[in-house]
């Protein structure tokens, strides 16, 4: 068995969140009497830290963003947990991959909301190690949240696969010496997943399971 460790991103890759992460910048941009959101910049921006994020969606600069962050999370809150659901075939194949590999998660959303989001959806338990923002001191796409994973359960690089649906998971592999796998039906095509040249690429969650054997 060449892996021990799978590290799954979060958004975009387990849970389809797109529409939560939409309609709270929509009501984050209400509050600050902005006419719009820029959807194709915060959908790009998916996967960075949440800052970034906030500053692409809503088009402010960075001095104007931590008021912006504060209401994103509060309406987040509000809304996120009716609008956001596993991807098909994921919950199966955690169940399956559980039994026979270490699992762990790496996302740019707050540890808090991370775990939150994670216990509603009933997939918290499955996982050894999760790590969000607060967990490191630089977000994707830099390597820490792997390395801080390979770190605490003792892996080497070489036994993990990355597993993420934007150019930054496949980065943030990458820059930790991890296989990577990147998935086409998140935020990311398969085309601009392709210039960062995972070692996989998949369309559905349950082929990542072609990747191990």
């Keep these: 068995m060449k892996y021990k460790l799978l590290i799954f991103d979060f958004d975009g890759t387990l849970a389809d969140s797109e529409a939560s992460i939409m309609e709270a910048l929509q009501l984050a941009a209400r509050e600050l009497g902005i006419s719009g959101i820029d959807r194709a910049g915060a959908r790009r921006s998916i996967g960075l830290p949440l800052r970034r994020t906030i500053e692409m969606g809503l088009g402010i600069e960075a001095d104007e963003a931590p008021e912006a962050v504060d209401l994103y999370r509060k309406h987040y809150n509000e809304v996120a947990f009716d609008s956001t659901s596993l991807f098909p075939g994921v919950n199966e194949t955690l169940e399956l991959l559980r039994g026979e590999y270490l699992l762990a998660v790496a996302?740019?959303?707050?540890?808090?909301?991370?775990?939150?989001?994670?216990?509603?959806?009933?997939?918290?338990?499955?996982?050894?190690?999760?790590?969000?923002?607060?967990?490191?001191?630089?977000?994707?796409?830099?390597?820490?949240?792997?390395?801080?994973?390979?770190?605490?359960?003792?892996?080497?690089?070489?036994?993990?696969?990355?597993?993420?649906?934007?150019?930054?998971?496949?980065?943030?592999?990458?820059?930790?010496?991890?296989?990577?796998?990147?998935?086409?039906?998140?935020?990311?095509?398969?085309?601009?997943?392709?210039?960062?040249?995972?070692?996989?690429?998949?369309?559905?969650?349950?082929?990542?399971?072609?990747?191990?054997?």
Excluded: W
């Design 107 to 213: 996302s740019s959303k707050s540890r808090q909301g991370l775990d939150a989001m994670m216990k509603h959806l009933g997939i918290y338990d499955r996982f050894c190690f999760v790590a969000g923002a607060q967990d490191v001191e630089q977000g994707k796409p830099a390597p820490d949240m792997v390395l801080l994973a390979l770190e605490t359960l003792d892996i080497p690089a070489q036994e993990c696969l990355v597993v993420g649906d934007t150019v930054y998971d496949i980065e943030m592999g990458r820059r930790a010496n991890a296989d990577t796998c990147g998935v086409t039906y998140g935020n990311n095509s398969a085309d601009e997943l392709r210039r960062f040249e995972p070692t996989f690429l998949i369309n559905s969650f349950p082929h990542v399971m072609s990747c191990l054997e």
